[in-house]
């Protein structure tokens, strides 16, 4: 199975500010990922696909861009409603693995 | 509209068994692959299993490989994922989600089971 290790796991800024996270597949991957939002109670939301293309009616603040191994997943202004927990997930192969999760709060 | 509704969930003993059913509505549901993911209380996503458009091919997570059993029945929309021999370990909330090029555009709402004596 492929391997997706994101970092931080958790992050604290504030309003405003950009925020990066980071998703390393443990082999290639290609340009094969997602990153997902998920709001507590709520299902995950598909945010990026394809490592960088924004999904309709995502807000353009959210970016992501990497390929191979090594992804990175942007807000460039971070907002209230951003509060969540963030996902990349590998689809090169079955299982179509996810890192573990980057929650983050507001400081 | 996409809508993906799941049901079945709920308590169940260890070693028991349940079927979940995800209800699809506002897309031709035969042309497309479905996925189960669960997520455990207050953990992370986890990858279940899949199946194609016409159900002819499967795959299972080594986690429940041999204990569940994902089909589907395109003449009703409706998604199944048939869960045997249930442990502690598979208590979660389990999302049914539509494919669409490897990402999930559409989930459910999801359903909760919990395995406890």
């Known amino acids: 199975d492929i391997q997706m290790t994101q970092s931080p796991s958790s992050l604290s800024a504030s309003v405003g500010d950009r925020v990066t996270i980071t998703c390393q597949a443990s082999q290639d991957i290609s340009n094969y990922l997602n990153w997902y939002q998920q709001k507590p109670g709520k299902a995950p939301k598909l945010l990026i696909y394809d490592a960088s293309n924004l999904e309709t009616g995502v807000p353009s603040r959210f970016s992501g861009s990497g390929s191979g191994t090594d992804f990175t997943f942007t807000i460039s202004s971070l907002q209230p409603e951003d509060i969540a927990t963030y996902y990349c997930q590998q689809y090169d192969n079955l299982p179509r693995t996810f890192g573990q999760g980057t929650k983050v709060e507001i400081k | 509209e996409v809508q993906l509704v799941e049901s079945g969930g709920g308590l169940v003993q260890p070693g028991g068994s349940l079927r979940l059913s995800c209800a699809a509505s506002g897309f031709t549901f035969s042309s497309y692959a479905m996925h189960w993911v669960r997520q455990a209380p207050g953990k992370g996503l986890e990858y279940v299993s899949a199946?194609?458009?016409?159900?002819?091919?499967?795959y299972y997570a080594n986690s429940v490989k041999g204990r569940f059993t994902i089909s589907r029945d395109n003449s009703k929309n409706t998604l199944y994922l048939q869960m045997g021999s249930l442990r502690a370990e598979d208590m979660a909330v389990y999302y049914c989600a539509r494919e669409r090029s490897g990402s999930y555009g559409n989930w459910g709402q999801g359903t909760l089971v919990t395995v406890s004596s």
């Open positions: 199946i194609s458009s016409n159900g002819g091919s499967t």
